[in-house]
Every structure is written in C-alpha cells, then in structure tokens.
C-alpha cells in the first residue's frame, strides 16, 4: 500500500491515504489521526497513545483495589 504526498499548505504538506487504509483505522475525513515512533518507522493511530497508557494505570489500579470498590459499591 503506498501513500502520496498531496500539494503544500502553508509549512506543511498532506498525506493522501487510499480508503482501504481509512477503512481499516477507521477514520473519515476531518478525524485526528496520531502519529508515534515504532520500531519500524511510525504508527499511525485514531487513538490518542497517551489516553490509552493513562486507561491502563486506571485498570491496574481498579484491579489492586477491587475488593474496596465493592464495599463501597453496596
């Protein structure tokens, strides 16, 4: 699959993706897409890596403390 560098605009320069690959990130015009160091190059993601690191504390941390949010669930 390859990607072509769409006309200047301003300092910048778009990235025409093909619809399959909007298909697969599932993503339509005008999403934010972000972008992170891989190993490889870069991934590229609908989802804020970030926001997904922090849910991951918040799930390990519900699970430490399971037994007291059923006590103060009842």
Known sequence: MSW????RRG????????KELLARLKVEK????YVTDAPAG??????EPDF?????????????YRDTFRTLAK
């Open 4 to 7: 072509r560098l769409a006309v």
């Open 42 to 47: 870069v991934t590229l993601t609908p989802y």
């Open 30 to 33: 005008g999403d934010t897409l």
């Open 52 to 64: 997904a690191q922090q849910l991951e504390v918040g799930r390990e941390f519900m699970r430490e």
């Open 11 to 18: 300092h910048s320069v778009g990235v025409i993706l093909p």
